[in-house]
């Protein structure tokens, strides 16, 4: 789109006609890779029946018992910005967003007065919005993001400007944003962590340290993710907090699986020599939780409230991406034990993660790790596999199979199956208890993986 005399840059219908031509060319460069990532995102209805409850459901509940004031749930209808758009988003069953909710509940005594800011009233816009849209970025969404950054922008440059906690909390919103619609650009991302970051260190809390923690906290998942799902380098670690620093030192949980190293999968045992040792005390500890939930809570349908799972998840999770950090970073040409290798941290992660999945049920990480696993598998299989590395990937393909909730990866997982156990004895395509011996030599739970792995063998049959 051109124009022809500078006068045409004040006519407001050619500036609107310049804005929106802009917009559609943005919107069509980055088709390609929304279409590349479409399938990721997977719309999961929050307690139906693909997911157990977990203990993380309690705690919500428990949160939410009474409904989020009006001023919240429509706080575009108390500002000048689209009347009433938030609360007819919020209406329809199929577009709310119970998070958002819960965002809204435990933040309410601290953003008073956080909707006459154009940049948090923007941020908060984009919640519904962008599951209105399923993660597929339309002129709406941009015009909420580019007023979110203008606002942003527009505090900054205030004489002795300090960053409020709505301020914190409509860059987390945005991070959130930039992964489902911009994940693969991952230098906005570190780029606004890192922003997010800096304004953390030079926040004053006040009476709010608590609520400060938690953005803290936040912005570790943030950077967690961006560097599992991007490959960007991390900025926030597990020893950054007291609590999450040491698996096991001073927890009463693992007093009778205190001998380490017999809690290493006997699948994995004869692997975990080429491996970085890091690695190795990461299945050790996954394989002793495992083993404590099954023998506590194994006949319970959820874990109880006080057991600290999330803990646990957060220690190893974190672990895990530096392990994978480690393996980007080497420069040596890949071998198939470094794609099993990576395969296998992949699982490691998504099994972790599916112990427990509390409010993330729908989340997109599993499925982030689902991919990552085909294609190590896929890797793997082109160099020359002897017999001993099919039980590997055989355990590999089950978990992956039968954690993916998207029905295209569930079948090329199962198609990759049935080729693979061609070679296999009829004994354990027919008899699901040889099978279920058979991975239970590797990461196993029975609490939370012996039903999942079941439905998926019988769809092999």
């Not at 999961?44 to 509940?61: C, D, T």
């Not at 706080?75 to 009433?84: K, M, R, Y």
């Not at 950054?149 to 300090?162: E, I």
């Not at 999770?317 to 420069?331: A, H, I, K, N, Q």
Request: glycine share 6%.
């Amino acid at each position: 789109m051109t124009v022809t005399h500078p006068d045409e840059f004040k006519d407001q219908n050619r500036q609107r006609r310049l804005r929106q031509h802009a917009i559609r060319h943005g919107i069509e460069r980055t088709r390609s890779e929304r279409r590349k990532k479409h399938g990721i995102f997977v719309p999961v209805q929050y307690n139906g029946p693909q997911e157990e409850p977990s203990a993380g459901s309690e705690l919500i509940a428990a949160t939410l018992v009474r409904q989020p004031s009006q001023s919240f749930l429509d706080p575009l209808g108390a500002s000048s910005i689209l009347p009433g758009r938030m609360s007819d988003l919020m209406k329809n069953s199929e577009q709310h967003h119970f998070l958002f909710h819960g965002f809204l509940q435990s933040l309410g005594p601290t953003l008073e007065g956080a909707a006459t800011s154009l940049a948090f009233v923007s941020a908060i816009s984009l919640v519904p919005v962008q599951a209105t849209n399923i993660n597929i970025s339309t002129v709406e969404l941009l015009s909420y993001r580019g007023a979110l950054l203008t606002g942003l922008r527009s505090n900054m440059r205030k004489p002795g400007w300090m960053p409020k906690v709505s301020s914190l909390s409509a860059m987390l919103l945005l991070i959130g944003y930039e992964y489902g619609i911009d994940g693969a650009n991952s230098a906005s991302i570190v780029t606004h962590l890192r922003g997010l970051q800096t304004m953390l260190q030079s926040y004053r809390s006040g009476n709010h340290t608590t609520i400060l923690e938690d953005i803290r906290r936040a912005l570790f998942w943030q950077d967690l993710t961006n560097c599992l799902v991007a490959g960007a380098p991390r900025l926030l670690s597990h020893t950054d907090f007291r609590d999450l620093e040491y698996f096991r030192d001073g927890d009463d949980v693992f007093d009778e699986r205190l001998e380490r190293g017999e809690d290493i999968p006997c699948g994995l045992a004869s692997y975990v020599h080429q491996w970085p040792k890091t690695f190795t005390s990461i299945l050790e500890d996954l394989g002793a939780l495992c083993k404590v939930i099954d023998a506590k809570f194994g006949k319970n349908e959820r874990l109880p409230v006080w057991f600290p799972i999330s803990r646990y998840q957060a220690n190893l999770e974190s672990r895990v991406v530096d392990v994978l950090c480690e393996m980007r970073t080497v420069s040596e040409p890949k071998s198939s034990y470094d794609s099993l290798c990576e395969a296998c941290a992949f699982a490691a992660y998504l099994c972790t993660y599916k112990l427990s999945t509390g409010i993330w049920v729908g989340c997109y990480t599993p499925e982030v790790c689902v991919n990552q696993i085909i294609r190590c598998v896929m890797e793997a299989v082109r160099d020359a596999i002897d017999f001993a590395h099919q039980e590997v990937i055989c355990w590999l393909l089950y978990v992956s199979g039968a954690f993916t909730v998207r029905k295209e990866a569930r079948a090329q997982v199962a198609a990759l199956m049935r080729n693979f156990m061609r070679d296999y004895p009829g004994e354990y395509v027919k008899d699901w208890e040889m099978m279920r011996q058979l991975l239970r030599r590797y990461i196993w739970n029975e609490w939370a993986m012996n039903e999942r792995l079941f439905s998926f063998w019988n769809e092999l049959r």
